[in-house]
């Protein structure tokens, strides 16, 4: 059980990092205005698309990519939604990081094909 404990305490020292307490905040501050949601659920509708096409090696639609544009410009000329998506980054980023400590630690070989190594 031991592992599960320590789990516990990384999950613990996640949700009390800096990066996430900013992040919780700025996510209340932009579930706040109806507006900046609708438009970051847009704006990552959009990029999950794109980069599905990216992986499918299909070409991304003209207008979803202009689209895509459009927002991303809006959204990182407010001070606010550029703070939240960048901070939204930057814990992405750390579980990442965590993420492949604890594969690598268990042996797993999680490179994609194709992508060095």
Same mark, same amino acid.
């Given at each position: 059980m031991q592992v599960y404990d320590e789990a516990a305490a990384l999950a613990r020292a996640i949700r009390e990092s800096d990066?996430?307490?900013e992040y919780? =905040? !700025?996510k209340e501050e932009i579930n706040g205005n109806e507006t900046n949601r609708a438009l970051i659920r847009e704006y990552k509708k959009l990029q999950m =698309? !794109?980069?599905f096409a990216a992986v499918a090696g299909t070409a991304a639609q003209d207008a979803d990519a202009q689209r895509f544009q459009q927002i991303?410009? !809006?959204l990182f000329a407010q001070p606010v939604t550029s703070r939240f998506l960048l901070c939204e980054m930057?814990?992405?980023q750390m579980?990442?990081?965590v993420y492949k400590t604890l594969s690598d630690a268990a042996g797993l070989d999680m490179e994609m094909p194709g992508m060095g190594g």
């Open positions: 990066v996430c307490r919780r =905040q !700025l =698309q !794109l980069q991303g410009a !809006l930057r814990v992405q579980m990442a990081d």
